[in-house]
């Protein structure tokens, strides 16, 4: 087809649709339109109503007999059809296949159009063409392969994509494998299944690229390249907080067709590192105490599906638990967003393209955490203006997005965004059962969670956090770091009031060797031992244990991309943006 702005006239032909004869024409190379043909009465063309639709929305055009055959009586035996195969949105953002048939008078005319219109989305360069499919069986209800094969596959098929499927058979096997091999020829790697097989892909995509490019893990601190496959994700978990944050539902046909049309978005990821040594790459949240816990008891209740972190929450809010802690933290620079601003991260956030000519990230500081905002500044041998707290928590909490999800539409941290470069640090204060009550309560509704007394949070670069526990569990002659006393003048009361009467000091990794193996000894070390894990937590890295009690949490923004379609809410009344998922029909757009 000849563009239009080389004053050539558009593709166009007489067709038969939905039993009435149309004028289809192909617009600038990529906008078919089809209106109804003039009647010869008094209307003219230009009145009549007029359909149409991108071709970056097409996912595929064939021949109706090679594709799906539909029985219809408006068709006339032997004329020839094309289908046009795209989607329809449907409640809550989800979208449906939907098709288009064209019936043509002549055949030659039918395979022009065809040729045409296939010839223009293979020139879509975004569009993956082949790709590799990880599915992991046993991840939560068990029914990843069936999904994929039944409704994911057949998508894929009818896109003409070539899809290398792997069905993992323990964990980590897709980590071991992208390790190990060659990934150039791909153009996607899709993961079908929850959170934690998203991260497994996540780890093994960025440590493969930074083998191929020659960036060493092993150094404290590193600059990642980022990988030119883009990661798809179709929901088929327990949790699915990645692809309902970003989409705003849990649908994996939804999932299947933005992985079709290739659109993309770019995400922050944070790498973890403990004592200098690399841990792991994370691009949802890192959470110590309280969602730490849970993961911890759930992974010894697998039997039970989905429903072992309810089992394990209730466990662990009876035992109400406090850790004491140091968390020095790396403040955002700008001063217009912030945590509390309700602001959400939607298609064209200004946030997340705000400052990305600058090296460093751009994101909020401390605006709207009134308690946590007067901490003390401490001396960092990196530079920077660090600062430090350290108090009492039933939870600490570092998201890199807002992990809503189905049982919390608003999530965590519901002004936390994807591509910003920095990350929103919520700190719970240890208290009753009754204040953990509210909090979970306010999560799992609509309401915010962060406006409680007793929770506090701050938009930050890089943090990082120590243990503390009491000395009399510490061996005598370990000396750890930060022997010095640090000012504490600044502190929220309700931190240095606790802080100023410990005399907790922070860890890393807690051994104990003695040359002394008496009985009595021993059993001194495992009491230490008990006393030691009662006094600190674990750290729940996108699902994942991690048992380092000190780790260093650092944001490298927007370093890869994720097959998806970011949400644009509008009020339908005054065209502002939406603060809620919750608006469903004609509030939203693409």
Not at 323 to 338: A, F, Q
Not at 407 to 412: D, I, K, N, T, Y
Not at 516 to 539: F, G, H, T
Request: aromatic content about 6%; glycine content about 8%.
């Amino acid at each position: 087809c000849a563009s239009a702005d080389q004053g050539e006239e558009p593709m166009s032909a007489v067709v038969r649709v939905s039993g009435k004869e149309h004028r289809l024409s192909l617009v600038g190379g990529h906008t078919i339109t089809w209106r109804k043909a003039s009647s010869g009465s008094n209307e003219t063309a230009s009145a009549l109503p007029k359909e149409q639709i991108a071709l970056v929305d097409v996912l595929s055009v064939l021949p109706t007999e090679r594709g799906i055959r539909l029985q219809s009586r408006e068709c006339p035996r032997g004329h020839p059809e094309l289908t046009i195969f795209t989607f329809k949105k449907k409640k809550r953002l989800m979208r449906r296949q939907h098709q288009i048939r064209l019936i043509f008078a002549e055949g030659t005319e039918c395979q022009r159009w065809c040729e045409k219109l296939q010839s223009a989305l293979r020139e879509i360069s975004r569009r993956p063409r082949r790709l590799l499919v990880f599915v992991n069986p046993v991840g939560g209800r068990r029914k990843a392969p069936k999904i994929y094969n039944k409704r994911i596959a057949p998508l894929f098929d009818l896109a003409g994509i070539d899809a290398d499927v792997v069905i993992t058979q323990r964990a980590n096997h897709a980590l071991d494998m992208l390790e190990e091999r060659d990934i150039r020829n791909l153009d996607g790697i899709i993961c079908v299944g929850g959170d934690g097989m998203y991260h497994e892909v996540l780890n093994g995509l960025l440590k493969r690229t930074q083998a191929d490019a020659g960036v060493s893990l092993r150094r404290s601190r590193f600059l990642p390249v980022t990988p030119r496959v883009s990661i798809g994700i179709i929901p088929a978990g327990s949790t699915d907080a990645m692809v309902y944050g970003l989409m705003g539902c849990v649908d994996p046909i939804t999932s299947a067709i933005f992985v079709i049309l290739g659109e993309q978005q770019a995400v922050d990821v944070a790498s973890i590192v403990s004592t200098g040594r690399f841990l792991r790459f994370s691009s949802l949240a890192c959470s110590y105490g309280f969602l730490g816990d849970i993961l911890e008891h759930s992974e010894t209740m697998r039997w039970l599906g989905p429903r072992r972190y309810d089992v394990a929450g209730v466990k662990c809010f009876l035992r109400n638990r406090g850790y004491r802690c140091k968390i020095s933290y790396l403040p955002s620079k700008d001063t217009e967003h912030h945590p509390l601003d309700e602001s959400r991260c939607v298609s064209g956030c200004v946030v997340c393209r705000k400052g990305m000519d600058e090296e460093e990230c751009v994101a909020p500081p401390e605006k709207g955490a009134s308690a946590m905002a007067s901490s003390a500044e401490v001396s960092h041998p990196d530079g920077g203006d660090w600062r430090e707290v350290e108090g009492h928590l039933t939870s600490v909490v570092a998201c890199m997005s807002s992990l809503a999800s189905p049982r919390s539409p608003r999530g965590l941290s519901p002004s936390a965004h994807f591509g910003d470069g920095c990350l929103d640090l919520i700190m719970v204060d240890h208290g009753s059962r009754i204040s953990t009550l509210r909090q979970i309560l306010k999560v799992s509704s609509n309401a915010s969670h962060l406006s409680l007394p007793f929770v506090h949070v701050l938009r930050c670069r890089e943090i990082r956090f120590r243990a503390l526990i009491p000395d009399g569990l510490k061996p005598p002659d370990d000396e750890r770091e930060f022997p010095e006393q640090r000012d504490r003048q600044g502190l929220p009361a309700n931190l240095a009031s606790r802080s100023s009467q410990s005399t907790h000091q922070p860890i890393d990794v807690f051994t104990d060797e003695d040359p002394d193996d008496s009985e009595a000894n021993r059993r001194a070390k495992e009491q230490r031992q008990v006393l030691l894990r009662r006094a600190q937590s674990i750290w729940n890295v996108d699902g994942e244990i991690v048992k380092d009690a000190g780790i260093d949490i650092r944001v490298h923004r927007q370093l890869v991309k994720i097959y998806s379609r970011n949400v644009v809410l509008r009020d339908p009344q005054t065209g502002c943006f939406s603060s809620s998922y919750h608006h469903i029909e004609n509030t939203f757009e693409h």
